[in-house]
């Protein structure tokens, strides 16, 4: 089986025989050809003209990098949860013109390039995050999932005691987590290195990965909405599998983030989407050691890629997730935004405007609302973004409205006596705005 660094080498191959890059691409023209469907685990790099990392375009817009440093900024750089999707006219579109669905678009380095940029050519953002969903390791073990209308993403045949883990592909060690990437998972690190080609250095590329627990939580239980105590029940009652299947998962994550910086994301984060459904103690014992254990590995290996967190419904743990390493804390509706600020001073915070305030309002409250956040959190060392994912609703008029809101944002101190529109956000990319 092909290791990462076998699947690294046939990607730079393909980039050096392949033709210049002419400006435009299939991943861009909404409404044009539309690529054939690619097979899982198809021969590697087969379609991709992806460049090693030092012939890729210097990166122009560092605002996050600098950010997430703990360097100043000139303005607070802005992105956003589930930022690519449903919410976007063109993405909608998309979908009807490739007659494909969210997980089949998933399948397709150029879909997945393509919807990675709708959002950034749309807000003019500070970052793309890659189009992926948090489930794709659990699918690589061999966990079905679905996502039936309506209804979220589900696996439909959760784990219901020890001997069902015979049904997945559980890496005993770092060499086979890395070689059930490079198999499993090489239609999405081929789309990290189509979508770092597309970007031309504009803005930086966030790659992703589920955490230990997240993944666990859903192989067990199977949904967010039911069997919400099935991750705790298997903690209690099967503790070795437990742990088993929780270092397995741990392998695999620190594999899949340090292959998606090899093929070229810049910062990587965590989502530890499911920590509201983990006791305090557990998580100490349980998800905080494996979470640290990724930072420290992921960057032992890729010191100058920034990691970042997102311990939804935990907030508790942030003071730990910084001890462990993580560049930057995100913070969830239930964070006070001005103590965690006085408790982690110096730290690169993310966070945490509330996304209902896109679904109805206007944009002159929406304006309020970001610069009320602002005021709290601070605009240096710090990430502005959601306190949540967009859910689909949201209008792009009050997305683009917080985007704004954020890029044009002055302290107090800084700001003129009478009120004033501010300059206006960096222009999109030279290829111009969709919708």
Not at 171 to 187: G, I, M, N, T, Y
Request: include cysteine.
């Amino acid at each position: 089986m092909l290791g990462f660094g076998g699947f690294l080498m046939c990607l730079a191959s393909a980039f050096i025989s392949a033709p210049p890059f002419l400006g435009s691409s299939l991943a861009f023209e909404l409404g044009g050809s539309v690529p054939p469907r690619p097979t899982r685990a198809r021969p590697l790099a087969a379609t991709v003209a992806a460049a090693p990392p030092e012939a890729l375009p210097a990166l122009k817009n560092d605002l996050m990098v600098r950010a997430a440093r703990g360097e100043s900024t000139e303005r607070t750089p802005v992105w956003l949860f589930r930022q690519a999707g449903r919410h976007l006219p063109e993405y909608n579109a998309y979908k009807e013109t490739t007659g494909k669905n969210f997980l089949e678009l998933l399948q397709s380095p150029e879909d997945v390039c393509e919807v990675t940029l709708q959002p950034v050519r749309r807000y003019g953002l500070d970052a793309a995050i890659l189009f992926s969903d948090i489930l794709v390791v659990a699918e690589a073990l061999g966990v079905r999932v679905e996502m039936p209308g309506g209804k979220g993403i589900l696996v439909p045949e959760p784990l219901t005691s020890p001997a069902d883990m015979a049904r997945l592909t559980l890496p005993s060690d770092r060499a086979a987590a890395s070689e059930l990437v490079a198999s499993q998972l090489s239609h999405v690190l081929e789309g990290v290195a189509l979508i770092r080609r597309e970007l031309r250095g504009e803005v930086p590329l966030i790659g992703f990965s589920a955490a230990p627990w997240t993944l666990f939580y859903y192989i067990v239980g199977g949904s967010s909405k039911k069997n919400q105590k099935e991750g705790e029940r298997w903690l209690a009652e099967h503790p070795e599998a437990s742990k088993a299947l929780l270092d397995s998962l741990t392998d695999v994550v620190i594999e899949y983030l340090c292959a998606q910086a090899e093929a070229g994301a810049q910062m990587l984060q965590v989502f530890e989407a499911m920590g509201m459904f983990i006791s305090e103690g557990s998580m100490a014992q349980h998800a905080m050691p494996r979470m640290a254990r990724i930072c420290k590995e992921v960057k032992a290996r890729h010191p100058d890629v920034p990691m970042l967190v997102f311990p939804r419904g935990a907030a508790y743990a942030l003071p730990q997730l910084q001890e462990a390493g993580y560049d930057v804390l995100t913070l969830d509706d239930t964070a006070e935004r001005q103590s965690v600020r006085a408790q982690l001073p110096g730290v690169c915070l993310q966070g945490n405007f509330d996304p209902a305030l896109l679904v109805e309002g206007t944009p002159e409250s929406v304006r309020a609302a970001a610069h009320d956040m602002l005021d709290a959190l601070g605009s240096q060392q710090l990430i502005a973004n959601l306190c949540e994912g967009l859910g689909g609703k949201e209008q792009t008029s009050l997305v683009a409205a917080f985007v704004e809101a954020v890029h044009d944002y002055q302290p107090a101190k800084a700001r003129p006596a009478e009120a004033a529109d501010g300059p206006a956000p960096p222009p999109g990319f030279e290829w111009g705005v969709t919708g």
